[in-house]
Nanobody, 121 residues
Framework: QVQLVESGGRLVQAGGSLRLSCSAS????????IAWYRQAPGKQRELVAT???????NYADSVKGRCTISRDNAKKTVYLQMNSLKPEDTAVYYC???????????????WGQGTQVTVSS
């Protein structure tokens, strides 16, 4: 079982930067994918970035060139560095972990509680 806790969200002016953190507790298996999602008011949750343990990274078109996802496996922490922020980036940002656990546990998906990012004009 895994718990995820996001932090770092705050109010920031357009053009500013933020670094979000997601700390995990519990057992993280070798084959896993960490991702950041976000959900703005009245909109569906969307994928922002993914990072596999093998190093494969993917970004949504809306954040390419402005965001960088990284992970520290020793600290069980994943980061999302966000630069040149726009008002459209305003959303609740969620950390997501996908992994295949041993025996009957099987494939599992975990979510954090979310952290609010607000970008003012």
């Amino acid at each position: 079982q895994v718990q995820l806790v996001e932090s770092g969200g705050r109010l920031v002016q357009a053009g500013g930067s933020l670094r979000l953190s997601c700390s995990a507790s519990g057992t993280i298996v070798s084959a896993n994918t960490i991702a950041w999602y976000r959900q703005a008011p009245g909109k569906q949750r969307e994928l922002v970035a993914t990072f596999t343990k093998s190093g494969r990274i993917n970004y949504a078109d809306s954040v390419k060139g402005r965001c960088t996802i990284s992970r520290d496996n020793a600290k069980k922490t994943v980061y999302l560095q966000m630069n040149s922020l726009k008002p459209e980036d305003t959303a609740v940002y969620y950390c997501n972990l996908q992994q295949n656990e041993p025996y009957e546990l099987g494939y599992r998906v975990y979510w954090g509680q979310g952290t609010q990012v607000t970008v003012s004009s």
